[in-house]
């Protein structure tokens, strides 16, 4: 087989850290799902002592401004290319997939002045202060004929797009190669996943390359982009890992993971319990008891240090991007996410106690089935606790088995039921409440919700996975823009976190999973719910590898049980009835059924074939559309400074300007509150923009101003504006936005309930601002609006009109 053409084993032309890709070979068909170029590359052996490996990618296309300046551009696919400079200007490169990688260009005779860039969208990249270069464009480092760019020590960054920029000509020159030199680390791929929708199986593969693409040589590395924080979270590592066990089997690497981390805390408390439940989820999938052992001291610590704290509403310190879970660090200690916490730790603690029952601790068990048990009644005893809680607790609450009846209800008719707000902002955090809609059966709100979340980073562009995302941002942004920075700073496109669906994925919709350590004894049950009639796959064991195909349209099922195994297949219901099942060839009587399947258990090893005569039609399912329940009327480019003319009517609020005139809050209004941000006076800079402050008798025209964003600082690239009601009232309130400096910014709108922070109106982008714009908007709730940096030094809100004239 041969490798995918845009990547090749050769192309170096100067010394490299790393030695090229070998030790092994292609050995299978191309999964055309994959964004990995070596998917289908397999490694003789594997090991997490192995260090990087390297390799060349190519440009799979271009674009330059001032092409006239550029010859040759067609050859530009070509790995060896013959492009002739002959002017200023600038070459985009797109390498197709983002690759963990540094950017070079060969040239034998270059002259003037050229930068070289790279980025994960389709503009030049700036990140947080923090790392050694910010700004990823620089002057390149030149060995002999070869122009390297070199951002830090490590040379690696997280690369889609590059640009090579000629800022200065002094006489025509070529370039002869350009390329990306990509690590990593070797991995195989051990298991599989395939169903009738395409998409899915686009988000399984493109999970498991973020978690390759961000190995680094003796860890789960946190992100790709340099942003200053490449090391490995202990609760970012859990979905990570999640996913890594199904798909890589890479099971020496998770184990030295999980030391790095036991003695690499990051003082988050629901992340302590994370690592916890990466040391369960190792244990279920290798049993390897003395691997556990080793870790014990370090887990029973966690368990104890959570019992201690419970119910002491302890500093959190972060539990997710969501603005319902205190927008990252903002605001982490409140109840919603006091909530999680201690539906975490009961959650922990009860898992735990099997595998200590497992590893003969039968006391250290019944200790912690304690703790759970009495926490538990704990929470029974002070009445309707559920009636405090959000989306992101009952969650929580229901995968620490709390999920009695008006639980269940409150989160199937509410909140699974609003696809808008059933996606939190993390993918991080959904894989939890993905957890909780498989355990109250609702798979096809948990499928759509799949499809929103992961399956919009696909629409987008993406080739991984991201740290943050809101399924809006597919629709208002073109193909790789520049994405909204926000609470979690400036957005990694390259984020393992984000990869914990892949788990959910193989042990939900496959349905294979471990009922004993190791998979000694194990379940097959597929779920596909009402979108999906086929499904197959992959799961690598210890004892080899599980291999399941259900397809509901011929009734023809097939599950290969590895040698040393015992298991229990589940003949998939899906709503209709049975009238016979043939087990290899002959009529089967069943052990047990339910409602959801036809139960064969006590199947020892070999391959066994259902063939099931069904009746009846399946039921398709249709997702709820998306409703918010905030109007947004549009947006106004032409009233311009002029707001007097349209908008104010019931009073209004100018950013930054120095005195009382500038605040008239309408008597429904009764605050407005900043964070984040700082206020910032202008000259005035432009007649336009004056007449902004001019428009009303008693407003001069001194000064202009604006609430804005501070530059490059860590998670600072955001500001929120707080409108509280004095009573209930129907408003609208204009947002004025303008690029005071004119120098092109963009920034993203979210507007969110005021008291829930659930999401109540569309993300809306505001670009080319120079002459100012409204964003207008009406609800009948306090509201909090929060505006993200895109592009630019900074953004900024001029004012805010409460109104219409």
Known sequence: MKQMSRVRLDGFSINEPYSCVSGGRYTRKIPPYSPDPFVNYRWDKVSHNDGFQIFTAYPISYSANHAEHFSGLDTITAGKVNIKVSGTGSILLDFGVEYAAWLEIDSPDLSGHITLGISEYNKPAFVNSGPKSPAKTAEPVRYGDTYRLELNDELYEGVRFGFINITGFDKPFHITQIRLVCQ??????????????????????????????????????????????????????????????????????????????AVHPNGIESFELYWVQSLIDYYEYTGDKNGVRELLPHALNRLDHAYEIYGTNPPLGFFGWDERLGAGFEAPGILENQYSYSFLA??????????????????AAEQYRGYAAQKIAGLKSTGAWHKRCGLHALCG?????????????????????????????????????????????????????????????????GTTFFETFRPDWANVLGANDPVPNNQAGYTSLAHPWSAGVLAWLSEEILGIKAEKAGFKTFTVTPHLGRQLNRVSG?????????????DMETGHHVVMVPSGTTATVGVPKAGRAIIYIKQNGRLASASHEDQDFIYFTFLTAGEYRFDVLYEGEKRGYIPPEYKYPADFLGFDRETKGQWGLAYGKDG????????????QLPDYVSNIRFAKGEDRTF??????????????????????GGYQSRYNQACYQTFTVDI????????????????????????????FDGKTFELVAPVRIVEDHREGVYAIYKYNRPARFRIDHIRGEYVSLSGLFFGLN
């Open 184 to 261: 990593l680390k070797p991995a195989n791929y051990n298991g599989s996943f395939s169903c009738d929708n395409e998409l899915l199986n686009k988000i399984w593969y493109t999970a498991a390359y973020v978690l390759r693409v961000n190995f680094k040589k003796d860890y789960f590395a946190a992100i790709l982009m340099d942003r200053g924080d490449r090391h490995s979270w202990t609760g970012d590592a859990y979905t990570a890992q999640a996913a890594a066990l199904p798909c890589f089997a890479n099971y020496d690497f998770v184990l030295e993971n999980l030391h790095y981390t």
């Open 346 to 363: 009961i959650e922990v603690w009860k898992a735990f106690a099997v595998v200590l029952e497992d590893l003969g601790e039968k006391m």
């Open 397 to 461: 609450a229901v995968n620490a088995g709390l999920d009695d009846c008006e639980v269940r209800d409150k989160l199937r008719n509410k909140y699974f039921a609003d696809r808008v707000n059933r996606v939190s902002y993390s993918p991080f955090n959904e894989y939890f409440i993905l957890q909780a809609m498989s355990k109250i059966g609702s798979y096809d709100a948990a499928i759509s919700s799949i499809l929103d979340l992961w399956g919009g980073q696909i629409k987008y562009g």
């Open 538 to 550: 992959e799961m690598p064991t210890p004892y080899g590898t599980i291999s399941a195909s259900f």
């Open 652 to 663: 209004y609020w100018l950013c930054g300007y120095p005195s009382d005139n500038a605040k």
């Open 683 to 704: 000259t005035a800079v432009s007649s336009e923009a004056r007449s902004m402050y001019s428009n009303r008798d008693n407003i001069g025209a001194r000064a202009l």
């Open 724 to 751: 509280d009601l004095a009573y209930d009232h129907t408003y609208t309130v204009a947002l004025y936005f303008v690029d005071w400096e004119k120098e092109g910014k963009s920034l993203a709108v979210e507007m």
